[in-house]
């Protein structure tokens, strides 16, 4: 009896064990999913399936799309939110129709994608929210003292630096306990970005990315875990995506803008940091392109577009065919035009008309064995 | 019914049972032998471009830096070890407590009670229990029991402020709830295996109920629970989610229990989505290497003295 509980809670440890490593392998795995699921729902011609993948962020606004749109035109649009790094993998690798990412493709993506296409399709704003007892007042914080709250150097709440961009708020001596978020993240990416280009130091010390070698503070998994952390600590400060932050009626600072204005996060001053930035056109190179620490009197300072990445010939992908890319390009236009008006309901930022006229020409420029698809 | 028999050198009963041992036995190697190796061999290809940059260092370094590419297993593997010990700290007296007094003291009734509510603990997702780790677990630990170690143990390395709800403790007590389920049942059944003649015997000699249990029932099933305890270490170093709601995900080595910590099931989890770099995703399969080594060593070790033990017992 004994030699028998052993042998089976051994045998239970292996499995165990095989289960641990599952994580490792998770992603050849996920692909062949995402393969069978579009070749067995595309085998009935009557209606055409499309699958794409990537950005977390943008997955409520685009179950709400594919939902309109196959009402709409009888297209049906499998979005897995398996990250953007991961949309980003799945599209080289061809496993998708379509990749979506928060961040823009950087060297990774333009080596395998030759000519890649980038379309921003929304925006997003991440703001800073934080938890003090005793405050009722709006916080008001610049560059400044937001990246010295991350790299270390302000440590209590009455800080001169905060104090004195604060007159009449009585901030209370205690430690800032700061929250980061821990899983790799384009809202991570936006923050570092918009840090790095107000602060020196911290380009220099830490830099931009999905995830960072953090200074100073605590890891909260996602923005539910950062919003808990904030939200059960006192004394905290972290920096959460714009939709949760209103959605959960969370308290967030005005920040100081490059034009040295305060602004709120809101729909309206998120469009308006979009509406000052030069992108190139869909073909060109986004990498640097941000909106972080734009120009304009509205303009909120910590916000970013979300894209969609696509091969210039969509005769690239094994598995495209001519009405499917119709369906693709189709699916595109319409998520840049009629789709934009589902965006505030959402709290998501509809993009400015100068966005969309580039969007246009680069939706144009997509062929299918050579010939353009949009006539 | 008489089967062409072509193994007629046995009595056709025990022919039949033979074959039936080597070939079910025959299945069962083959199949661990190729998932291990098969495993291995995906870990090891997935992070090769980690193992050629860093070779060695990479067990030894505490750098993490996704952005400057370095990368370094160690605050990890530490975070890993540390956290899962604390929970068997915490976690086996209160299995060992509950097995004992399910079996021999509480009557059958309460126990009959008792055991499947113990059990339905192991229901709750992780995510779950992490999400209450995060709203009400942490806050308690962080305004009384972290508060309190401070302040009377706060001179001793080991619980030196601030202390945060996100810590290596919190994260090593919620591990023990979570093991509580799978431990204390197989716990159990080890108690029950007793053979009751040992038990009557030691009563009988004038021992305390107390007596017979320290003396004579535990180190009967001593085997069996040391069994129970290493598969609540296998859960406690695998499991992820609800460990990286609260240990605070910061990849540091620190002396105070009461400080943030990481482990290496939780960084796959948090940073493999978004890891595009090859160097970045090399190196957290590499970690998830580390894991699967660490586990199958774990297990060895278990295997072996669980083994030493059965033979003592036979001899």
């Not at chain 1, 949309?87 to 993506?109: E, M, W």
């Not at chain 1, 630096?161 to 205690?174: C, E, F, H, Q, S």
């Not at chain 2, 661990?32 to 030894?60: A, C, N, R, V, W």
């Not at chain 2, 699967?292 to 033979?311: D, E, G, Q």
Request: glycine share 10%; hydrophobic share 45%.
């Amino acid at each position: 009896m004994n030699k028998k509980i052993i042998l089976l809670s051994l045998l239970a440890v292996l499995f165990l064990v095989a289960g641990c490593t599952e994580a490792g392998t998770g992603k050849t795995s996920g692909s062949a999913a995402v393969k069978t699921t579009q070749s067995t729902t595309s085998a009935p011609a009557q209606s055409i399936t499309l699958t794409g993948a990537g950005s977390t962020f943008i997955y409520p606004l685009m179950s709400k799309w594919s939902y309109v749109y196959k009402n709409l035109k009888n297209v049906k649009i499998n979005y897995a939110a398996i990250g953007s790094g991961g949309g980003i993998r799945q599209i080289v690798v061809k496993t998708v129709d379509f990749g979506a990412t928060d961040a823009p493709l950087q060297s990774y993506g333009y080596s395998h994608i030759h000519g890649a296409l980038t379309i921003p399709e929304s925006i997003g704003g991440v703001t800073l929210s934080y938890n003090i007892p005793g405050v009722t007042k709006k916080l008001r914080l610049d560059g400044d003292v937001i990246a010295d709250i991350y790299l270390g150097k302000i440590k209590k709440w009455d800080n001169k630096a905060i104090t004195a961009l604060n007159p009449g708020v009585n901030l209370p001596d205690k430690s800032i306990m700061v929250v980061h978020r821990s899983d790799g993240s384009g809202t991570t990416f936006t923050f570092s970005d918009y840090l790095s280009s107000v602060s020196p130091t911290w380009k220099a010390k830490v830099g931009k990315g999905k995830s960072l070698s953090w200074p100073v503070g605590l890891g909260g998994k996602g923005n539910e875990g950062v919003a808990g952390l904030i939200k059960e600590n006192p004394y905290s400060i972290g920096y959460v995506e714009l939709a949760y932050v209103i959605e959960n009626k969370m308290a967030y600072a005005t920040l100081k803008n490059r034009d040295g204005y305060y602004v709120n996060p809101t729909i309206d001053t998120v469009k308006a940091a979009a509406a000052g930035a030069i992108l190139p056109n869909g073909d060109g190179i986004w990498s640097n392109v941000s909106i972080v620490n734009s120009p304009g009197k509205n303009a909120y300072p910590i916000s970013t577009f979300t894209y969609i990445v696509e091969y210039p010939d969509l005769s690239a992908l094994p598995d495209m065919t001519e009405p499917k890319a119709k369906a693709l390009v189709g699916f595109m236009w319409w998520m840049v035009h009629d789709g934009q008006k589902y965006a505030p309901g959402l709290l998501y930022v509809p993009l400015p008309n100068k966005v969309v006229k580039i969007d246009e020409e680069t939706i144009k420029s997509i062929k299918y064995k050579g010939q353009p698809v949009l006539r | 019914m008489r089967f062409p028999n072509f193994f007629f050198y046995f009595r056709k009963s025990e022919g039949q049972d033979r074959i039936f041992q080597f070939f079910m036995g025959t299945v069962a190697l083959i199949s661990i032998i190729f998932l291990t190796l098969l495993l291995l061999y995906e870990l090891i290809k997935g992070s090769m471009p980690s193992i050629q940059h860093f070779g060695y260092d990479f067990i030894f370094s505490t750098a993490w830096n996704p952005v400057k590419d370095e990368f370094g297993a160690l605050p990890f593997i530490f975070g890993t070890f540390v956290s899962s010990l604390l929970a068997l700290l915490i976690g086996v007296p209160i299995c060992l407590g509950i097995a004992v007094y399910v079996t021999e003291i509480a009557p059958p009734k309460i126990s009959a009670f008792i055991s499947p509510l113990i059990e339905l603990l192991a229901a709750i997702p992780s995510v779950i229990i992490g999400l209450w780790g995060i709203f009400v677990f942490a806050p308690f630990v962080r305004d009384y029991i972290s508060h309190f170690l401070i302040k009377y143990l706060g001179f001793l390395p080991l619980f030196e402020g601030p202390g945060y709800g996100l810590s290596m403790l919190t994260a090593g007590m919620v591990l023990a709830i979570m093991i509580i389920p799978i431990v204390s049942s197989i716990s159990r059944e080890a108690l029950l295996a007793v053979p009751v003649l040992q038990k009557e015997a030691a009563l009988a000699l004038g021992a305390t109920r107390f007596e017979a249990m320290i003396q004579v029932i535990l180190p009967y099933a001593r085997g069996a629970i040391f069994g129970a305890v290493i598969l609540g270490l296998g859960r406690a170093i695998g499991e992820t989610m609800a460990v990286t709601m609260v240990i605070g995900n910061r990849p540091q080595i620190s002396s105070s229990i009461l400080h943030p910590g990481y482990t290496m099931a939780a960084v796959i989890a948090n940073e493999f989505t978004e890891a595009t770099a090859n160097i970045y995703l090399a190196s957290l399969i590499e970690i998830g290497l580390i894991l699967f080594v660490i586990s199958v060593i774990v297990n060895a070790i278990a295997r072996f003295i669980t083994w030493k033990y059965l033979r003592i017992q036979e001899n």
